[in-house]
């Protein structure tokens, strides 16, 4: 009563902070102009599209819009949850994507020690550059390379192994190795380019800790397992969490590209069904119903990730 009797609102701003808020935003100005056009690209291009999920409980058309489709509520989700290949695509995706978290995440951490221990410098900048390349072609220049690769046609590797006498091994088309393939296309496309942060946390290390170690008889194993991996353990758990968000995510392009009528009961995704449906067969409803349980399915996995990691003691996203 007694804050309502002097006109005090509980969680508003009195006009003294107000003007302390803006002052602070005036000296800093510069600063917030430089936030500001990741912040409207973000409001653009992740906040205002949110609106889109409404499509999910409606039965779309483009004709009559979002405000007069009609209602179905979670009728696109039931029917998703029943589809006769609903636990295929969900093994399919996430062995996907689990080949990838094994083999793929540990990688860039062992090559970036690896790159940190170089002592010549021109050697390791060479080095740097040529594992980043890989990053920036598209998946169409990394396919057609596998198929240069591997087809059974014109492939090299068949090639040679026809050359030997032998019969061509059908590499593409064999489901036991889609997983594979996959996997190994990862590893060759990102390995490099997710070095740039580790190798940011190892040059964050105090030099005086390495330097402490050598005096103390420490080998370049003991100092890389005692002070490098510590140091760069917040980077490995946050960027963990933010991974396992993306469980039910695959690179589209990339198994689109990679599919085949032989391999698709092992590379049909959620990815792949939504745009089967959405785009292909016209059913929109059903596109975002599907990525938006992929999205929920993440969001879930980053707050339960997030939660035993901060239960262990360390330090998490938020």
Excluded at 176 to 199: A, S, V
């Amino acid at each position: 009563m007694k804050i309502l009797e002097q006109g005090v609102i509980p969680g508003a701003l009195s006009n003294k902070e107000k003007t302390s808020l803006w002052s602070t935003m005036l000296k800093y100005r510069h600063m917030y102009l430089l936030v500001l056009p990741g912040l409207v690209f973000f409001i653009i291009f992740k906040i205002i599209p949110m609106w889109g999920l409404l499509v999910a409980f409606q039965d779309y058309t483009p004709i009559l819009g979002m405000l007069h489709s009609k209602w179905v509520g979670f009728k696109h989700f039931i029917e998703f949850f029943q589809y006769d290949s609903f636990y295929n695509l969900l093994r399919n995706t996430l062995v996907i994507n689990l080949f990838s978290l094994v083999f793929l995440f540990p990688l860039p951490i062992l090559l970036s020690i690896m790159l940190n221990e170089v002592r010549h410098e021109v050697f390791k900048r060479i080095n740097q550059s040529i594992v980043y390349i890989p990053h920036f072609l598209s998946w169409v220049i990394i396919t057609s390379l596998t198929f240069f690769m591997l087809s059974t046609d014109v492939g090299l590797i068949n090639k040679a192994i026809r050359g030997m006498g032998h019969e061509p091994f059908p590499f593409l088309n064999e489901p036991h190795y889609f997983w594979g393939l996959l996997t190994i296309q990862n590893i060759w496309k990102d390995m490099g380019w997710g070095t740039i942060i580790f190798l940011a946390a190892i040059a964050g290390v105090d030099p005086s800790r390495y330097e402490a170690a050598v005096i103390d008889g420490a080998s370049r194993m003991r100092q890389i397992w005692h002070i490098t991996l510590p140091a760069i353990r917040p980077t490995i758990l946050i960027l963990l969490i933010l991974r396992l968000g993306h469980i039910a995510d695959v690179s589209f392009e990339q198994v689109l590209l990679m599919l085949n009528p032989l391999v698709l009961s092992v590379g049909d995704v959620f990815d792949t069904y939504a745009y089967k449906q959405g785009i292909l067969s016209g059913q929109t409803s059903v596109g975002v119903a599907v990525g938006m349980f992929k999205d929920v399915v993440g969001l879930v996995l980053v707050l339960i990730s997030n939660y035993v990691v901060k239960k262990l003691g360390h330090e998490g996203i938020y």
